[in-house]
């Protein structure tokens, strides 16, 4: 119930084009999905979050779709750059015996072509 | 710049040793957090503290420890305990409840 099913595990994409990556979650309890871009060599940072009463959110050229009745959650890239190219980990969130446990999905790596 | 460093970048473990690893944060957080990153498994919890003197373990936590003396500062040691140690070892802070984790860049540790 606390895994996170993010897919898919790597993805190539034309410049311009849209680069699409999903997760799915169990646990109704989760109330704060975050998503992370991580470069080489570099710890996580955080792109972009979404709490459960927004459908959507966006930032510049990134957008999450959250189907709260799925227990779906999407990020989305328009227009992707080659600078885009990392690996990319949703996660779900949850306050849990006294801390904020966050549940990472496995990571897609996406790499955006010329 | 506030952040969270954590050093040595890379580190390499002789069989039997145990090591340490540091993470100094700046952000002023009450929270923080330790990770082991393994290629296509995601990040997984070692330990975690929420206030200085008191830590939690994760979901990984055996073959390691740690210590919370300072607010800033939330030392990881591999032990020799630790039979499979080679992995991208991540820290993180939190300053409340449902906010997102800031990471350092990391330590790779190496067995040699």
């Known amino acids: 119930q606390q895994q996170v099913k993010q897919s898919p595990q790597s993805l190539i994409v034309q410049k311009g084009g849209i680069s699409i990556i999903n997760c799915a979650y169990e646990n109704t309890a989760f109330d704060y999905f975050p998503w992370y871009q991580q470069f080489p060599g570099k710890g996580p940072a955080l792109l972009i979050a979404i709490r459960p009463d927004v459908s959507e959110k966006k930032e510049g050229r990134f957008t999450i779709s959250f189907n709260k009745s799925a227990k779906q959650f999407s990020l989305h890239i328009m227009d992707s750059q080659p600078g885009d190219s990392a690996t990319y980990f949703c996660?779900?969130?949850?306050?849990?015996?006294?801390?904020?446990?966050?549940?990472f999905g496995t990571g897609t790596k996406l790499q955006v072509i010329p | 710049d506030g952040g969270i460093t954590q050093s040595p970048k890379y580190l390499f473990r002789k069989e039997g040793q145990n090591v340490t690893l540091s993470c100094e944060q700046n952000l002023n957080h009450d929270a923080m957090y330790w990770y082991r990153q393994d290629p296509g498994q995601g990040l997984r919890l070692i330990y975690y503290s929420q206030i200085v003197n008191d830590f939690q373990k994760g979901d990984i936590a055996e073959g390691y420890s740690v210590s919370r003396e300072k607010k800033e500062s939330f030392p990881l040691t591999v032990t020799s305990a630790q039979k499979n140690p080679t992995a991208f070892y991540l820290c993180a802070s939190a300053t409340g409840v449902n906010q997102p984790q800031h990471f350092g860049d990391g330590t790779r540790l190496s067995i040699l």
């Open positions: 996660a779900a969130s949850m306050y849990s015996g006294g801390y904020q446990k966050v549940t």
